[in-house]
């Protein structure tokens, strides 16, 4: 069975790190480019942040530029997004999505295609 699964989300307080971590089992997430999307009650879907399956490239939201970092580990089959100084505004349901790659990293956070994979899904809440 082909899945994603994200975990790493919470509560912290404005101000916090938390780190979320995207897994796969079925296949290899090396050979897609990764987006972390994030939806929050009343807003559109966004993109905040792409890395190429190679993870030579990498896109940041406006939003979160500056704060959040993603990453790949190989090794561990996982992408992980660090998210700094979080503020209130960050407050979402977080995805990890894959897609087999042919958009640039940029149009992949910006278009929002459909993704070949989607995880479950998990809850930042950032709130004091």
């Known amino acids: 069975q082909l899945q994603l699964v994200e975990s790493g989300g919470g509560l912290v307080q404005p101000g916090g790190s938390l780190t979320l971590s995207c897994a796969a089992s079925?296949?290899?997430?090396?050979?897609?480019?990764i987006a972390w999307v994030r939806q929050a009650p009343g807003k559109e879907r966004e993109g905040v942040s792409c890395?190429?399956?190679?993870?030579?490239?990498?896109y940041y939201a406006d939003s979160v530029k500056g704060r959040f970092t993603i990453s790949r580990d190989m090794a561990k089959n996982t992408v992980t997004l660090q998210m700094n100084n979080l503020k209130p505004e960050d407050t979402a349901v977080y995805y990890c999505?894959?897609?087999?790659?042919?958009?640039?990293?940029?149009?992949?956070?910006?278009?929002?295609?459909?993704?070949?994979?989607w995880g479950q899904g998990t809850q930042v809440t950032v709130s004091s």
């Open positions: 890395i190429s399956s190679s993870g030579t490239s990498t």
């Open positions: 999505a894959a897609d087999f790659p042919y958009l640039t990293v940029q149009d992949l956070c910006i278009k929002n295609p459909m993704y070949d994979y």
């Open positions: 079925g296949f290899t997430l090396d050979d897609y480019d």
